[in-house]
């Protein structure tokens, strides 16, 4: 079995927002992900309000706290797909205010 294209993440990208691209980096580095956030991640707040979920616990800075992550954002594959994701004209956004005919996305 051939791993998917490069433009099949960015389709899947592009359509849920999000890709999770298997064996992207070996199981020893998530390992060491895992335990270089996992003090941060407990110590993390719940969210709240209905917008952010009573269940679900946020935080960032991600690259300041890992080596790691920051390896994992240097993949050439998410380099790429970050490129061609932020190059991407924006779809579907409305603009709130009256004096713009679209509004500018965040990224």
Same mark, same amino acid.
């Given at each position: 079995m051939t791993a998917p294209s490069e433009a099949y993440w960015l389709d899947q990208l592009q359509e &849920? $927002?999000?890709?999770?691209i298997p064996q992207l980096v070996a199981e020893q580095q998530i390992a060491a992900l895992d335990a270089d956030l996992e003090a941060a991640f407990a110590q993390a707040p719940l969210g709240k309000g209905d +917008?952010? $979920?009573?269940?679900?616990?946020? +935080? $960032?800075?991600? !690259?300041?706290?890992?080596?790691? #992550? $920051? &390896?994992?954002?240097?993949?050439? !594959?998410?380099?790429?797909? #970050?490129?061609q994701f932020s190059a991407a004209p924006a779809t579907g956004y409305s603009s709130m205010s009256p004096r713009r005919s679209r509004s500018i996305p965040a990224r």
């Open positions: &849920d $927002g999000y890709c999770i +917008f952010y $979920g009573h269940r679900t616990k946020r +935080f $960032g800075s991600l !690259l300041r706290r890992s080596q790691v #992550a $920051g &390896d994992l954002v240097l993949q050439p !594959l998410v380099l790429s797909l #970050a490129a």
